[in-house]
């Protein structure tokens, strides 16, 4: 066998999306895990401008060249080819003064293009604001990627942090109501084959980490139609989910309300919200 290494297969396996962690390091070197090497016909170029576009992600918005290269792991000479062609596409955007780099707007046109043109989001935009207007609370639809969930699209009510409007962010199955509506969609061995590929690290004093404690509640939700959580992400927060299901009863995303237990008993919020979810993620499925 050899031990020749290939230069990206290394990169790419200290890179990959981060999640939102409890304690996320975000210092400009920090390195994290690949999801994949690459495969065969793959371009490596391609995937070398890939991992410094990742490096990116819950990291400060300017990385030098030198970040870039600690960051992924790349040589000097392939970071310095990969900043200079996402540049000049717009991909990536340079400080007149400091030369360091931070993601450019180009990038959004992308993601424009994925979330206006994805038929779920489509059909569930008017349940989603007609739900929001009936509960009075947030209401967020997520689709399932790996062992996380990431937030396609959310309608606010009240004043909140900017990280509870935005799309894209990432938050662990385990420990979401959406995450555990859409296991509870699954059988149990391929629900317990995400959690063990999930970082089962509390995030608050009252998240669980036990994966059968977890499957407790997965299985709870399974009879219920829909999964309640209440300050296991975020202390304060409580939310109701439920799985949005293709015509074979697959799971393809999740209906969140979510609210502050400042205003709601844990007994009330499901009482209105439970019933409230569940009827709306069976709608958008239904169309």
């Not at 975000?26 to 410094?52: D, F, H």
């Not at 000479?77 to 003064?97: I, V």
């Not at 404690?213 to 209440?230: F, P, S």
Request: charged share 25%.
């Amino acid at each position: 066998m050899s031990n020749s290494r290939d230069p990206l297969a290394d990169s790419r396996r200290r890179l990959r999306t981060q999640k939102d962690a409890p304690s996320p390091d975000t210092s400009a070197t920090a390195q994290i895990e690949a999801p994949r090497e690459p495969g065969v016909g793959s371009v490596k170029s391609l995937m070398k401008a890939v991992v410094v576009l990742e490096a990116f992600c819950n990291r400060e918005r300017y990385l030098s060249l030198s970040d870039l290269v600690a960051i992924t792991g790349l040589d000097k000479s392939s970071a310095q080819r990969c900043t200079r062609t996402l540049k000049e596409l717009g991909y990536l955007e340079q400080h007149p003064k400091t030369r360091r780099y931070a993601i450019g707007r180009r990038v959004l046109d992308l993601s424009f293009a994925y979330l206006h043109s994805n038929p779920l989001i489509v059909r569930a935009a008017p349940i989603m604001i007609e739900l929001r207007q009936t509960a009075r609370e947030r209401v967020d639809l997520s689709v399932l990627d790996g062992p996380d969930l990431i937030y396609v699209y959310r309608l606010q009510t009240k004043r909140e942090a900017l990280s509870a409007a935005l799309v894209g962010k990432r938050i662990p199955v385990y420990s979401s109501a959406g995450g555990r509506a859409l296991l509870a969609r699954l059988s149990d061995d391929e629900a317990m084959a995400i959690l063990a590929a999930s970082d089962l690290q509390p995030r608050t004093p009252y998240t669980l980490s036990d994966p059968e404690a977890i499957m407790a509640e997965v299985r709870r939700a399974r009879t219920k139609g829909y999964a309640l959580q209440v300050g296991e992400w975020r202390p304060g927060e409580i939310a109701a989910a439920a799985a949005v299901t293709d015509q074979e009863g697959r799971p393809i995303a999740a209906l969140h309300i979510a609210g502050s237990t400042t205003e709601w008993s844990p007994e009330d919020f499901e009482r209105r919200m439970g019933p409230l979810v569940a009827a709306a993620a069976a709608d958008i499925g239904h169309i």
